[in-house]
């Protein structure tokens, strides 16, 4: 039990501080790039997507579900454990969608383009609690 929590309370550092890509480590995508991954991922017709523009949107894609099952799992974990550490995103579960979370992400995007400069694992994070924040 106590390996399990563990690893959930990890995963989310995992995920917003691990490599993203074959990039060195010590780079890291922005906002910017993020936002044009995610816009890629609203295209209608795949097939007019050259292979990059369909990699960037599964990444976009990918990363997001994963980061949004981190916070379903959080959100589970803080029930069962009477409150302690609590989930700064609260995901209306099993409701919201994948489409749902780029949609969440690009608006915040858009709405804040001071903050493009950003790593996009923080900016995503930060779109999240700005959209599902949890009530305390």
Same mark, same amino acid.
Request: glycine share 6%.
């Given at each position: 039990?106590?390996?399990?929590l563990?690893?959930?309370?990890?995963?989310?550092?995992?995920?917003?501080?691990g490599?993203?890509? !074959?990039?060195?480590?010590?780079?890291?995508?922005? !906002?910017?790039?993020?936002?044009?991954?995610?816009?890629?991922?609203?295209?209608?017709?795949?097939s007019?997507?050259?292979?990059?523009?369909?990699?960037?949107?599964?990444?976009c894609?990918?990363?997001?579900?994963?980061?949004?099952?981190?916070?379903?799992?959080?959100?589970?974990?803080?029930?069962?454990? !009477?409150?302690g550490?609590?989930?700064?995103?609260c995901?209306?579960?099993p409701?919201v969608?994948?489409?749902?979370?780029?949609?969440?992400?690009?608006k915040?995007?858009?709405?804040h383009p001071?903050?493009?400069?950003?790593?996009?694992?923080?900016l995503?994070?930060?779109?999240?609690?700005?959209?599902?924040p949890c009530?305390?």
């Amino acid at each position: 039990m106590r390996m399990r929590l563990i690893a959930i309370l990890v995963l989310p550092c995992a995920l917003f501080l691990g490599p993203t890509s !074959g990039k060195a480590q010590t780079a890291t995508f922005t !906002g910017n790039e993020f936002r044009a991954w995610c816009q890629q991922a609203l295209v209608q017709d795949a097939s007019q997507q050259t292979k990059k523009e369909a990699l960037e949107a599964t990444h976009c894609l990918g990363y997001l579900s994963g980061a949004g099952d981190v916070f379903k799992l959080w959100q589970k974990s803080t029930l069962e454990h !009477g409150g302690g550490n609590p989930s700064p995103v609260c995901l209306p579960t099993p409701s919201v969608k994948v489409d749902d979370l780029v949609h969440v992400v690009l608006k915040f995007l858009n709405d804040h383009p001071n903050r493009l400069h950003e790593a996009y694992p923080s900016l995503v994070l930060a779109a999240f609690s700005d959209a599902y924040p949890c009530k305390r």
